[in-house]
């Protein structure tokens, strides 16, 4: 296919699929079968347009190169359930950890590491839980480890990490940097050497100075509401996620408030847009707009903040076996999940539970094209959407 060409992955990790398609005709280019990607760690953009992803029921971590012949490249053997992936700025050196999977509480305490170029791999056990992770360039890499219950921030080095033993071996951090105990959420700014994690005091911030972080002011919220979710925008060299606000209990997620929370880290701005009620989650970044798909009784809709930070809304079709009123909007219900290129101005946006998807242009909101895929795509699914030199590997933590 022609360089420029988007190409789309979508993965329904309970059917075990991942659709390789052309963006904007959706024409299916690809096909893996059997191969249940964990949507937790979701996808990671790689440079030349490859992405990491991880199998959770095979325990591979996965390569794909949806521009060559051959998409999967080359399959690591990782610990699973995987719970987040980042890589260093290189994109080179990868950590992958594990936490709760389909249990009650998190029981696994593997980190696995790994060296893409010289296909090295070590797991060592670290701390139980649901650790988030980055992996910090600058000089000799670090792996850097959010922790909740207590909260901190464990700082590894990646060349001791590898070289552990078989076995997998306890690792106690060389450094630690003490967080609140809610903390969910990490970025990582590859260009300052800054990691962050969302905690319900706001957005911590912290700075690599040798082998170690040194903490600096935390980026409050503003209003009563907090941030989940965390993304480097690589365009603006901004953060960005929605502050959720209201009754916290899940039964009342039609009446949660939403807004767009974006603060650029060049400035110190921080720019807040309200978003509506419902269920909003993961955002996408295209070449000029942000996406944020809305889930609520009264009807669902795409919600696209362009240069203006003006909100444009576009409905989207119902699910059958959408959240309800009454119910949560975790358990046994579809959702949808949005995707977006910082090289193109398209959006993905899935109907879970119908196998559809919407590719809509981020300049007219116009839908190009309706794909519809031979799998449900339970819960939403998981998309990346990428152009072979779109700038998407500049934000190295798996989404």
């Not at 960005?240 to 060049?266: F, V």
């Not at 196998?355 to 795509?377: F, N, Q, S």
Request: hydrophobic letters at 40%; aromatic letters at 4%.
């Amino acid at each position: 296919m022609p360089a420029a060409t988007p190409v789309l992955l979508v993965s329904d990790h309970v059917d075990g699929s991942v659709h390789v398609l052309t963006v904007p005709d959706g024409a299916v280019v690809g096909r893996l079968t059997g191969r249940h990607l964990s949507e937790h760690a979701g996808f990671l953009a790689l440079p030349e347009g490859r992405v990491a992803c991880v199998d959770d029921r095979r325990g591979e971590l996965l390569v794909l190169d949806p521009f060559a012949g051959k998409l999967v490249e080359r399959t690591v053997p990782v610990a699973v359930p995987a719970e987040h992936l980042a890589c260093d700025p290189s994109g080179r050196r990868l950590a992958v950890t594990t936490g709760l999977g389909k249990n009650g509480e998190p029981w696994s305490d593997l980190l696995t590491v790994l060296d893409l170029a010289t296909g090295e791999a070590a797991r060592v056990r670290t701390r139980v839980g649901e650790p988030g992770v980055t992996v910090l360039g600058g000089g000799d890499p670090l792996v850097v480890l959010r922790h909740r219950e207590p909260g901190a921030l464990a700082v590894h080095r990646f060349a001791d990490l590898l070289a552990a033993p078989p076995g997998c071996p306890p690792v106690p951090p060389h450094a630690l940097l003490p967080l609140p105990d809610d903390g969910h959420g990490d970025a990582h700014a590859p260009g300052s050497g800054h990691v962050f994690a969302a905690t319900g005091e706001g957005v911590h911030r912290a700075r690599r100075k040798g082998d170690t972080l040194v903490a600096e002011a935390v980026v409050p919220w503003g209003p009563s509401a907090r941030g989940w979710y965390l993304r480097f925008d690589t365009r603006r060299q901004a953060l960005w996620t929605t502050l959720r606000g209201g009754d916290p209990d899940p039964l009342r997620w039609p009446e949660w408030t939403n807004q767009a929370w974006r603060h650029d880290l060049e400035t110190g701005r921080t720019l807040l847009t309200d978003l509506g009620p419902g269920l909003v989650f993961r955002l996408a970044l295209a070449r000029r707009h942000t996406a944020f798909t809305r889930i609520h009784p009264a009807g669902d809709e795409l919600v696209l903040l362009g240069a203006d930070d003006i909100a444009r809304r576009f409905p989207l079709p119902a699910m059958d076996g959408a959240p309800r009123r009454g119910g949560t909007p975790w358990e046994g219900v579809q959702r949808r999940a949005v995707a977006a290129s910082p090289g193109s101005d398209w959006i993905a946006v899935t109907r879970g539970g119908h196998g559809e998807v919407h590719i809509v242009d981020a300049e007219t909101g116009h839908e190009a094209t309706r794909v519809r895929l031979g799998t449900p795509l339970h819960h939403g699914g998981h998309m990346a959407l990428r152009s072979r030199n779109d700038g998407a590997d500049g934000d190295p933590v798996g989404r």
